[in-house]
């Protein structure tokens, strides 16, 4: 057990696939390509191998999980099922990846990351980009959103081959270490996250109605995934939209900035 502040958490990765992690629970199979902004990250660590998600939010930018960081990642673009060589599939190496400087890995705060793929994903039906929210932008507790990913059906089961989702709510109460920088959100009995799913994101309807990354996957406060109390913790994308802004710059050189539309921020 950690303690955190006046809480006391067990903190569970919600992301490493056969370590730790969570993978969607209670949900249903996503129609194919309908989340185009989806990232599948196969990460090798030494002589292991994880996966986590992704969210695409520029051409050659992945948004993603601190904790999902290995010695090699790859991202495929375009998945439904991960296990099959799908035509609308597009698979780029990471060329660089950016963990927040002050991430814990212990309580898994500013558990957020940028990676910089190799070329630029070719934007089709299927691969596209996702929009980030203003640093203002606020998502009230009760709000109805979405989380998606590849994660495990069940606690200790597999991954699942095909993308899955749920739809989940915002919570103004959860065992958040620190709310300036952390949501949570449940859905309905046992719905939500699992282990294989850290990274992916939480979106919401932001303005003018646009699908938005609210937050990142992080971790839970108990291991079994079905517990109709479990705190599925999420890494607050808003609180982060400063750095994220100056990371993205130190990423793209000229070049890339000059082909590339910046008002996704927004």
């Not at 099959?84 to 309580?107: A, G, K, L, R």
């Not at 919401?204 to 646009?210: A, L, S, T």
Request: proline share 4%; glycine share 10%; with cysteine.
């Amino acid at each position: 057990m950690l303690g955190v502040g006046w809480a006391v958490i067990t903190v569970v990765l919600l992301g490493l696939a056969g370590v730790s992690g969570d993978k969607i629970i209670d949900g249903r199979e996503a129609s194919p390509n309908s989340r185009p902004y989806m990232a599948f990250l196969d990460i090798s660590e030494d002589i292991h191998k994880y996966m986590c998600g992704g969210a695409l939010i520029l051409p050659n930018v992945v948004l993603s999980a601190a904790h999902c960081k290995g010695s090699n990642i790859t991202v495929i673009l375009g998945a439904h099922d991960r296990t099959q060589n799908e035509n609308s599939q597009q698979v780029i190496p990471v060329q660089e990846m950016i963990s927040h400087e002050e991430y814990d890995e212990t309580f898994l705060h500013n558990d957020i990351m940028l990676l910089k793929l190799q070329s630029h994903a070719i934007i089709t039906d299927e691969v596209n980009t996702i929009r980030l929210p203003g640093a203002g932008e606020h998502f009230e507790p009760g709000t109805t959103c979405s989380v998606a990913g590849w994660g495990l059906t069940v606690t200790d089961g597999a991954g699942s081959n095909v993308l899955r989702e749920v739809n989940v709510t915002l919570q103004r109460h959860c065992d958040s270490a620190n709310p300036a920088l952390q949501i949570c959100a449940r859905g309905t009995d046992k719905k939500g996250t699992c282990n294989g799913d850290s990274g992916g994101p939480l979106v919401c309807q932001g303005r003018n109605n646009i699908p938005t990354v609210a937050g990142i996957v992080s971790y839970s406060n108990t291991r079994k995934c079905e517990d109709r109390h479990r705190s599925n913790v999420y890494a607050k994308v808003s609180a982060y939209r400063e750095w994220i802004e100056s990371k993205m710059n130190i990423l793209l050189d000229g070049s890339s900035r000059g082909r590339v539309r910046r008002p996704l921020l927004y």
